[in-house]
């Protein structure tokens, strides 16, 4: 079955960076856009970025966009996020979450790198604090 | 990328169905079909329940459903059941490859 193992998290102090990394297994990972999610103590969910399934579209959102950085590496079946210029409110589990489909066109030729989150890690807690 | 807005709370009693209302944009819950729905128990990573705005994956009761009007999506629970006091997200594709969640419904099951 399909399994996501974060790892990487702890306490970083702001401004310093972190390196979370999820080990895939359980199904074809080139094969699929991957996420991540994530979700501050208390909190609701928050998309955080994804990354095409060859790992060559990269999409984030505006409150990390310039900060983190999604990768992938095909031949480890693992996934990256690298954490620059940390602030106290990315405290937050991190989760590796599986798109269900993407990487095709529509109709009208619109791209879809993704569309759906249909598979979830534990998640890694990443804690900002000095 | 402001965050789908839902309720905070439902409840019903076991048997009974409560709906959970997600309300967006015509840029994201109005614009596309890609409106899926998910519940997260205490701790637990969250769980995929709807897809496509109205789809079921394999192994989700048809206790659940899910539909969409406008900018509006609704997820559905039939016959409460104990289990399914949760957490509940909906989330949309957003344009540009870019996605958003809801704000969360805490379901109590009374």
């Known amino acids: 079955q399909v399994q996501l193992v974060e790892s990487g998290g702890g306490v970083v102090q702001p401004g310093r960076s972190l390196r979370l990394s999820c080990a895939a297994s359980g199904f074809t990972f080139n094969n699929y856009a991957i996420h991540w999610v994530r979700q501050a103590p208390g909190k609701g969910l928050e998309w955080v970025a994804v990354i095409s399934y060859d790992g060559s579209n990269k999409y984030y959102a505006d409150s990390v966009k310039g900060r983190f950085t999604i990768s992938r590496d095909n031949s480890k079946n693992t996934l990256f996020l690298q954490m620059n210029g940390l602030r106290a409110e990315d405290t937050a589990v991190y989760y590796c979450?599986?798109?269900?489909?993407?990487?095709?066109?529509?109709?009208?030729?619109?791209?879809?790198?993704?569309?759906?989150?249909?598979?979830w890690g534990q998640g890694s807690l990443v804690t900002v604090s000095s | 990328q402001s965050a789908l807005t839902q309720p905070p709370s439902a409840s019903g009693s076991p048997g009974q169905s409560v709906t959970i209302s997600c309300t967006g944009t015509?840029?994201?819950?109005?614009?596309?079909?890609?409106v899926s729905w998910y519940q997260q128990h205490p701790g637990k990573a969250p769980k995929l329940m709807i897809y496509?705005?109205?789809k079921r994956p394999s192994g989700v009761p048809d206790r659940f459903s899910g539909s969409k009007s406008g900018n509006t999506a609704s997820l559905t629970v039939s016959g409460l059941q104990a289990e399914d006091e949760a957490d509940y997200y909906c989330?949309?594709?957003?344009?540009?490859?870019?996605?958003?969640f809801g704000t969360g419904t805490k379901v109590t099951v009374l």
């Open positions: 496509e705005v109205s």
């Open positions: 979450a599986r798109d269900q489909g993407g990487g095709f066109y529509d109709s009208s030729g619109y791209y879809y790198v993704a569309v759906c989150v249909d598979s």
């Open positions: 015509s840029s994201d819950v109005g614009g596309y079909k890609y």
């Open positions: 989330s949309s594709y957003a344009g540009s490859n870019n996605f958003v």
